[in-house]
């Protein structure tokens, strides 16, 4: 069951911030959003995911609003090869441990 | 690279074969888990191992079966294959069986003619 909504595509030129945004409304206190990409065919890859605070690695920024019901991954400086499918799941501490993909973000850098 | 092996990465067979499909989690993991990706369907969660025991089911067909062995390697079978068990099969593996982070594999593309 979809928990989140992310827009279809996005468009980034090459060098600059890309900003995916991810509404989560339903999101329950024990969940964590969790944010994977999958470029082409490959398998889906781990960038990132958070409970309350944001967060950073060396692959992106997570910033998670106040109130928990979105949040927007960043690549702070895009390249050619991020270009890929980037899906935001939300998943609780406990319970059901399968990932739910949905549709994702398709993001193309321009070069 | 996740440090998770699937092989074969690629298999092309006929309806009404069967296949398995192998998987080698991430050294010291403990979970595995199987998903399936196709055009019309999306990534979709199959079934999970966790330490040799069955954790969790998904959208799981019947006709395929799983396991996972004492040195942790997971297989995955598909019986009876119908054409629209062509898809993209995934394995993931994570330390523990519940929240920790799965780290997936390179998959292996199943073609059904």
């Known amino acids: 069951d979809a928990k989140t909504t992310q827009p279809p595509s996005m468009d980034c030129a090459e060098g600059r911030a890309a900003n995916l945004p991810c509404n989560h409304s339903?999101?329950?206190?024990?969940?964590?959003v969790y944010w994977y990409r999958q470029i082409h065919s490959q398998g889906p890859q781990y960038i990132i995911h958070?409970?309350?605070n944001n967060e950073t690695n060396e692959m992106a920024s997570l910033i998670i609003t106040e109130d928990r019901k979105s949040s927007t991954l960043i690549l702070p400086h895009a390249t050619l090869r991020d270009t890929a499918v980037y899906y935001c799941?939300?998943?609780?501490?406990?319970?059901?441990?399968?990932?739910?993909f949905g549709t994702g973000t398709r993001l193309t850098v321009i070069p | 690279d996740s440090g998770v092996t699937q092989t074969p990465k690629h298999l092309i067979t006929a309806t009404g074969q069967r296949v398995t499909l192998r998987c080698s989690p991430r050294?010291?993991?403990?979970?595995v888990y199987w998903y399936q990706q196709s055009l019309d369907q999306g990534l979709q969660f199959l079934i999970q191992?966790?330490?040799?025991?069955?954790?969790a089911k998904g959208n799981i067909l019947e006709r395929f079966s799983a396991q996972q062995f004492p040195d942790l390697h997971s297989e995955l079978n598909l019986s009876s294959l119908e054409l629209g068990d062509s898809a993209l099969y995934f394995c993931?593996?994570?330390?523990?069986?519940?929240?920790?982070?799965?780290?997936f594999g390179p998959g292996t593309r199943l073609l059904v003619l």
């Open positions: 339903t999101i329950s206190g024990n969940e964590y």
């Open positions: 799941i939300v998943r609780p501490q406990t319970g059901a441990n399968n990932l739910f």
């Open positions: 993931a593996s994570s330390v523990g069986g519940v929240t920790e982070t799965q780290y």
């Open positions: 958070g409970l309350k």
């Open positions: 191992y966790y330490n040799g025991e069955e954790r």
């Open positions: 050294s010291g993991d403990l979970s």
